[in-house]
């Protein structure tokens, strides 16, 4: 998706680049469950998507963990509960995002259901909304911290955090990964963890 090309893949992929200029890059940003499709139908060699997310025909490895949190436009100094939460002006990614489908379930799992006032399709329009005013969105805390460190947004205190998650790599199990897509997993720390 565009939020892990944006703010983790990018900086990797520029070091692939030049190291090896010559190999030609296609970057195709989908959902998670759609990577999953491109995958199976061989039109990827390699996907990162946001996990927990199971299929018995992919390979996936973890690479990142990431913590959703809930951010506002002022500061507030009040440990919210959940249930305080979700009666407040929500902005969200849209329910076909394995993101969004996260957060749901485990607001779920504490007997809550969320119903954001506004549901949006980026990281950086989340962003963008909470900044101006538009109420409490959930964004990734790892790909957020410009707008923390500037304090053009503030975390919201939660009594009960979301649990952390994590991004992964995922391949195709009965193909071989080719010798690019190898190289390129190379660069990213993870890697070397297996």
């Known amino acids: 998706g565009d939020t892990l090309s944006e703010n983790y893949i990018m900086p990797y992929l520029v070091l692939f680049h030049q190291h090896y200029p010559h190999v030609k890059i296609?970057?195709?940003?989908r959902t998670s469950l759609e990577i999953i499709d491109l995958l199976k139908n061989d039109d990827i060699d390699l996907g990162?998507?946001?996990m927990p997310l199971y299929d018995e025909a992919i390979t996936i490895h973890e690479c990142l963990q990431i913590h959703d949190i809930f951010v506002s436009s002022h500061q507030d100094s009040h440990?919210?509960?959940l249930e305080e939460l979700v009666h407040e002006p929500l902005i969200m990614l849209e329910k076909n995002s394995n993101s969004r489908?996260?957060?749901d379930d485990f607001f779920?799992?504490?007997g809550f259901l969320l119903n954001p006032s506004i549901e949006l399709g980026s990281h950086n329009l989340l962003l963008e909304a909470a900044k101006n005013h538009l109420g409490?969105?959930?964004v990734i805390k790892e790909f957020s911290q410009n707008e923390l460190q500037n304090q053009d947004i503030y975390e919201v205190s939660?009594?009960?955090?979301l649990p952390k998650r994590s991004i992964g790599y995922a391949y195709l199990s009965r193909k071989t990964l080719t010798p690019a897509a190898l190289k390129f997993?190379?660069?990213f720390p993870a890697f070397y963890n297996e």
């Open 158 to 161: 939660l009594e009960h955090p």
């Open 26 to 29: 296609k970057m195709v940003n």
């Open 108 to 110: 779920a799992s504490q």
């Open 48 to 50: 990162f998507i946001n």
């Open 136 to 138: 409490k969105a959930c």
């Open 185 to 187: 997993l190379e660069l």
């Open 101 to 103: 489908q996260f957060v």
């Open 79 to 81: 440990p919210y509960t």
